[in-house]
């Protein structure tokens, strides 16, 4: 997949083309249908597929208060909009002077003048331009005046609730992964680096591979069980988040625990999927205590994976 940063940077297509346009923060099902229908009317046509995105997320730029923290990195979703089967994602930098641009320019310079499109499709409630003025229907009007069509996809359902990144992170946020994999249509995953730690696993008798998350953690505070990808192979392990209470630390930690596996991971990334919550975390009486439910962790982690 081509891929294409900053505007600057897009030189204007050679060919006609179908563009989904959308932020995509997870590329979940409701993305993988709009990126889909793109792909879809470019292959009807003859046509390219791009994908238009924004970096950083528009949020973080006018209302930094009340940015979310975003499921994928940019480079984890463009791996995820590749695989969607379009042939380029177009980044654009999403500053205040773009947020200023009104909806018909953007149209007009971007998306017909750049990009060529003759058909558009965004999700139902996608806005763009100065004061989020632009919508499926200024669109719809713009199309007719510009010569492309528009596709606006309704919301997908899951569980009787619409699929959303909101949705998602709520989700995780109470520790249901079963319902964010299903939105997802994936395991949620978090990559990270393995790092220096106090080296506490291994006197318990339990080593772990500290993490520093490369994104915000998502997930509830607690102990679950993962598949962790590192060095090409897939290991299972037993995963703890939180600020280990019984120590009375306070800052969040990552610690994977890697099932039958020895060996120094130091340095490497490493790329956890989560399965299943074991249980929530919590403060032990005393280091036994820790060591024995640590112990009947492992061995339910063991069931689940």
């Not at 772990?208 to 590192?230: M, S």
């Not at 995963?239 to 610690?255: D, Q, S, Y």
């Given at each position: 997949?081509r891929?294409?940063?900053?505007?600057?940077?897009?030189?204007?297509e050679?060919?006609?083309?179908?563009?989904?346009?959308?932020v995509?923060d997870?590329?979940?099902?409701?993305?993988?249908?709009?990126?889909?229908?793109a792909?879809?009317?470019?292959?009807?046509?003859?046509?390219?597929?791009?994908?238009?995105?924004f970096?950083?997320?528009?949020?973080?730029v006018?209302?930094?208060?009340?940015?979310p923290?975003?499921i994928?990195?940019?480079?984890?979703?463009?791996?995820?909009v590749?695989a969607?089967?379009?042939?380029?994602?177009?980044?654009?930098?999403?500053?205040?002077?773009?947020?200023?641009?009104?909806?018909?320019?953007?149209?007009?310079?971007?998306?017909v003048?750049?990009?060529?499109?003759?058909?558009?499709?965004v999700?139902?409630?996608?806005?763009?331009?100065?004061?989020?003025?632009?919508?499926?229907?200024l669109?719809?009007?713009?199309g007719?005046?510009?010569g492309f069509?528009?596709?606006?996809?309704?919301?997908?359902m899951?569980d009787?609730?619409p699929?959303?990144?909101?949705?998602?992170?709520?989700a995780?946020?109470?520790?249901d992964?079963?319902a964010?994999?299903?939105?997802?249509?994936?395991?949620y995953t978090?990559?990270?680096?393995?790092?220096?730690?106090?080296?506490?696993?291994r006197?318990?008798g339990?080593?772990?591979?500290?993490?520093?998350?490369?994104r915000?953690?998502?997930?509830?505070?607690?102990?679950?069980a993962?598949?962790?990808?590192?060095?090409?192979?897939?290991?299972?392990?037993?995963?703890?988040?939180?600020?280990?209470?019984?120590?009375?630390?306070?800052?969040?930690?990552?610690?994977?625990?890697?099932?039958?596996?020895?060996g120094?991971?130091?340095?490497?990334?490493?790329?956890?999927?989560?399965?299943?919550?074991?249980?929530?975390?919590?403060?032990?009486p005393s280091l036994?205590?820790?060591r024995?439910?640590?112990a009947?962790?492992?061995?339910t982690?063991?069931?689940?994976?």
């Amino acid at each position: 997949m081509r891929i294409v940063r900053g505007l600057p940077s897009v030189a204007p297509e050679r060919r006609p083309s179908a563009v989904a346009l959308g932020v995509f923060d997870g590329v979940h099902l409701g993305h993988r249908v709009i990126l889909g229908a793109a792909v879809a009317h470019a292959r009807a046509t003859g046509s390219t597929a791009l994908a238009c995105t924004f970096e950083p997320h528009p949020f973080e730029v006018l209302q930094p208060d009340r940015a979310p923290q975003l499921i994928t990195t940019l480079d984890e979703r463009l791996e995820l909009v590749a695989a969607c089967g379009v042939d380029g994602t177009v980044v654009l930098d999403f500053t205040r002077e773009l947020a200023a641009v009104e909806p018909e320019a953007f149209v007009k310079d971007v998306l017909v003048d750049r990009l060529a499109a003759r058909q558009v499709v965004v999700g139902f409630n996608h806005r763009f331009g100065r004061g989020a003025r632009g919508d499926a229907d200024l669109l719809r009007d713009l199309g007719g005046r510009l010569g492309f069509s528009v596709d606006v996809v309704e919301p997908l359902m899951v569980d009787g609730a619409p699929v959303s990144s909101t949705a998602i992170r709520a989700a995780l946020g109470r520790g249901d992964l079963e319902a964010a994999a299903r939105m997802l249509g994936r395991p949620y995953t978090l990559p990270g680096k393995v790092v220096a730690g106090a080296g506490r696993g291994r006197t318990l008798g339990f080593p772990t591979a500290n993490i520093a998350p490369e994104r915000p953690v998502l997930v509830a505070a607690g102990v679950y069980a993962c598949t962790a990808e590192v060095a090409g192979q897939s290991r299972r392990a037993v995963v703890n988040i939180g600020v280990r209470p019984t120590f009375e630390e306070k800052t969040l930690a990552v610690e994977a625990y890697l099932l039958d596996f020895s060996g120094d991971l130091y340095g490497q990334t490493v790329r956890l999927v989560f399965v299943s919550r074991v249980r929530e975390e919590r403060r032990f009486p005393s280091l036994d205590a820790l060591r024995a439910q640590i112990a009947a962790d492992v061995e339910t982690a063991r069931r689940r994976l």
